[in-house]
């Protein structure tokens, strides 16, 4: 089994999942959608993977572990961007502001392996609303193998013409790097997101 950072998980039964406390909101929170997201962080001694719990709230969040027998279905932002999947919302939901344009930043971003994450990837992937009228788009980019600079720069100036505010992680097999800090870097170095924390790093693709 195979997961990465971001990758929503379906929990066939919650007695697989580890957390540090009880809380009212987790457990009503999964009763209501019985899905976490990978967080980038080391499994445990016992192979638990790390995931989080979404609530209705922006601070509604908790970090849990995930026995893999409990995972029922894996959903990765790339799938997510290739079934096109936020077509299968309700119309209403897709009047919020960043829904509304997934078709329009599907369209800007053919040439990438790219998909939705955060609360766009979640509500398209569960079809629980966690979209708001404020809510930023953030993506996902497969950058497994260098990227064209002079490429990526007009993507961004593409989709900063866009009413929301867009955010893209550019994942690689050590972590993510935020795209804008690649590009509009000021030193020698760029931030690295490890499993195990941040690190500064001279070549993304070294």
């Avoid at 601070?59 to 995972?71: H, I, S, T, W």
Wanted: net charge neutral; glycine share 6%.
């Amino acid at each position: 089994m195979v997961i990465h950072p971001h990758d929503l998980i379906e929990v066939s039964n919650l007695k697989y999942l580890s957390l540090n406390e009880d809380k009212e909101w987790v457990t009503a929170s999964l009763r209501r959608t019985p899905f976490v997201v990978v967080r980038r962080a080391d499994p445990s001694a016992d192979g638990y993977i790390p995931v989080g719990v979404r609530g209705q709230e922006r601070n509604q969040r908790e970090a849990a572990f995930l026995d893999p027998k409990g995972v029922c279905q894996i959903v990765s932002p790339y799938a997510i961007a290739k079934r096109q999947m936020w077509n299968f919302l309700s119309t209403e939901r897709r009047q919020q502001p960043v829904l509304q344009l997934m078709d329009v930043v599907a369209e800007m971003m053919a040439d990438w392996r790219w998909g939705p994450a955060g609360s766009a990837g979640f509500e398209i992937a569960t079809g629980c609303p966690a979209v708001k009228a404020s809510s930023d788009l953030d993506l996902v980019i497969d950058g497994s193998e260098a990227i064209d600079y002079s490429t990526a720069e007009g993507l961004l100036r593409k989709l900063e013409q866009l009413d929301v505010r867009i955010d893209i992680q550019l994942e690689v097999k050590e972590g993510a790097y935020v795209l804008r800090e690649i590009l509009e870097r000021r030193t020698s170095t760029v931030m690295l997101r490890t499993s195990s924390g941040p690190r500064l790093v001279r070549n993304p693709w070294q």
